[in-house]
């Protein structure tokens, strides 16, 4: 039986809108205040900073795991549910974090919060990928991420960095998208793999949501590369202050004002690519933005000129949301169940905890300089092997599409 118009992607609406991009920014929150988070756990719990930055590690890797662990069940029809159970999870253990219990109560809470937003990250991720033009979707979400996370950094420090203002926020955030959880798009049961009927040799879907093997293989490895690309990439960031004063010689003041430039500099890529859609694919802007983000990545590590280092942070800072997004649309793109979408920023955070680890390393063994050289070779490394994926997902979509036309000229011609 062939399957009828509203077994393919589905338009964006509002409650769509709300359900996954709104799922998503929480998930990735606790990673956005992390500054806040680690100067909360200092003053109200006295921890020192590595002790505060040890609990906030093991509650992103608490996400991380959580997301990927929860992907099966979050590409069909129990999407809703691990959505809420992880919201659920979420408010509890964050409210428990915000009243400040005593030090081993909270600790456990926040790593317990974060296993709650990894089922949200999951859920949300999984989501994007039912939705019509991954690319758009995918620039859609990082802008309204990019949003949100800017007006909570600038209001938490007006109401005070505590304990009760930083995990109350995403507390709160979670209760409200508990009720909105259940406006999530369901999976598509359409095949991702058309096959040309023996008889007609016209295409066909095979009633089988999996994807083929070549698919397959292709999403893992895109997840595994994303994983290493997240390394180089929040390495950057974790040793953005710290470049920046030792070679460039930057005061606190400009340092401020370079790391708020460079991340509305990500603001610019999203907008750009949410208006260009599909309109500009995705190999070629991958090839482009990891090719430039290596030579900008590497000219940050070198450069002792502050204003140097400040256009090139920028401008690293602009490719590198660009590819965050586009990694997220191939994804959703090869599977619209969102087998790859869904755990892909699980994926992310996992390179992510990892990064100022890696980069301390780096830098301390091989001087900024060699860092530098090291996370460019990343990201060109990485290039070839992106643009074959990248080209996979266009033709999976593109052979979608087709059914779709197909299904609906054959429902026309038998009305």
Request: proline content about 4%.
């Amino acid at each position: 039986m062939a399957p009828t118009g509203n077994d393919t992607r589905l338009p964006l609406n509002t409650r769509r809108a709300i359900s996954t991009f709104g799922l998503s920014v929480l998930g990735l929150l606790a990673g956005n205040l992390l500054p806040f988070m680690v100067l909360a756990l200092e003053q109200s719990l006295g921890m020192g900073a590595t002790e505060a930055g040890a609990v906030m590690t093991g509650s992103l890797l608490a996400s991380a795991v959580s997301c990927v662990a929860t992907t099966r069940l979050a590409e069909g029809a129990r999407r809703t549910l691990v959505a809420r159970i992880g919201l659920a999870l979420a408010a509890v253990a964050f409210t428990v974090a915000a009243l400040n219990p005593g030090a081993s109560v909270t600790v456990i809470a926040i790593v317990a919060g974060g296993l709650g937003t990894g089922g949200a990250l999951s859920a949300s991720g999984a989501a994007l990928a039912a939705l019509r033009n991954p690319n758009r979707m995918s620039a859609a979400n990082g802008l309204v991420n990019r949003v949100v996370v800017t007006i909570i950094l600038a209001v938490v420090p007006l109401i005070g960095i505590t304990t009760g203002s930083v995990f109350g926020v995403i507390a709160g955030a979670a209760f409200l998208l508990f009720f909105a959880a259940t406006w999530l798009p369901r999976a598509p049961i359409v095949a991702v793999d058309p096959l040309p009927s023996a008889a007609s040799g016209q295409h066909v879907t095979t009633g089988n949501p999996r994807p083929s093997r070549s698919i397959t293989i292709a999403g893992v490895a895109l997840l595994a590369m994303y994983a290493v690309w997240a390394v180089s990439e929040d390495s950057v960031w974790a040793l953005a202050g710290i470049m920046g004063a030792d070679q460039s010689g930057l005061t606190d003041a400009g340092l401020g004002l370079v790391l708020s430039a460079s991340s509305a500099g990500g603001l610019v890529a999203a907008v750009v690519l949410m208006f260009l859609g599909e309109r500009i694919g995705r190999a070629v802007p991958l090839a482009v933005l990891l090719v430039a983000g290596g030579a900008l990545k590497l000219v940050a590590a070198v450069t002792t000129d502050p204003t140097v280092y400040t256009i090139a942070l920028i401008a690293w800072n602009t490719a590198y949301l660009a590819v965050f997004l586009l990694f997220i649309a191939t994804a959703a793109a090869l599977d619209a169940n969102g087998r790859f979408s869904g755990p892909a920023i699980g994926v992310y955070l996992f390179g992510s905890a990892f990064s100022p680890l890696v980069g301390g390393w780096l830098a301390e063994t091989f001087g900024y300089p060699g860092f530098g050289w090291a996370i460019a070779l990343v990201s060109w490394m990485l290039v070839v092997p992106v643009v074959v994926v990248a080209r996979l997902s266009t033709r999976v979509e593109q052979r979608m599409d087709t059914s779709e036309k197909s299904t609906v000229a054959t429902k026309e011609m038998t009305r």
